[in-house]
């Protein structure tokens, strides 16, 4: 009884920050900056032709929401929408013994699907999930159709207050995401890109300060999907169709247990989509049109 209690509270804690992928960001601009050096990562040798915002104010660690808002045809190009679908791989250190019993925190399902359907992906990827699916983790690295971002080691909050996540302390966050780093090397990663979702969307101006040394951007989203625990596919896929526009960011999960219809919500919306006119991309891309370089 008393491990049903704490699991289902871990569950809610985790729902609670899921389903605040609602929220939107603080409203910092990103600033574009086509002449500045893409920061790179250490374990990241092919990271200086990744595309990376610039630091925004006082040095600040940039944060990246949604690329131009750009259909292509003023410069006549064809498919010139683009969309980018981010799917966030949570997992908590305390989570080990729950997958340990049998609670699917993968969707192998979901990743085959984007590969049938030709889809290009950002994962947002916990350490700890690396380190429960390795073999995953690898596979996803090493596929040119994904790209690996960083979603923190355990999905602590980079904040005080958020949806009653525990809190990473302020002298512990570039560890915690070093950590995170270090965790997809170990599952053999390459090149993990030098993106950083703040664990539910949490971050404030000291938590952007603390990390912008590791040279990472930091990727929000403006299109929220609403699949974190969601039993109805239609509805998710009608949040997703009516919130894309061009340039757009959608946060998705990659965690089954959480989000368990994920993966027929994608089955309805890539058609759709591509119907109107998208076409899909990786987050990389729609940073480096943000800078003029796409
Ligand atoms: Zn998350």
Redesign the pocket.
Known sequence: MISLVRRTTALCVLGA??AA?GTSGTGQTPRPAPSAPAPAPSSSPSASRTPTLAPGPAGLTPVFEHGPRTDGAKDGRKNGKTVALTF?A?MTADQGPRAASGERFDNPQLIATLRRLKVPATV?M?GRWAEEYPDQARSLGRDPRFEIAN?SYS?YAYTDDCYGLPTVSKDDMRADLERAYAAFEKAGVPNPMPYF?F??GCYDKAALKELSATGVTAVQWDVVSGDAFATNADAVTRQVLDGVRPGSVVVM?CTRSAAPVTEEVVRAVVPELRRRGYRFVKVSELIGAANGRG
């Open positions: 920050a899921l992928c966030d949570d947002f916990t979603h999905h979702r664990p539910g999960h």
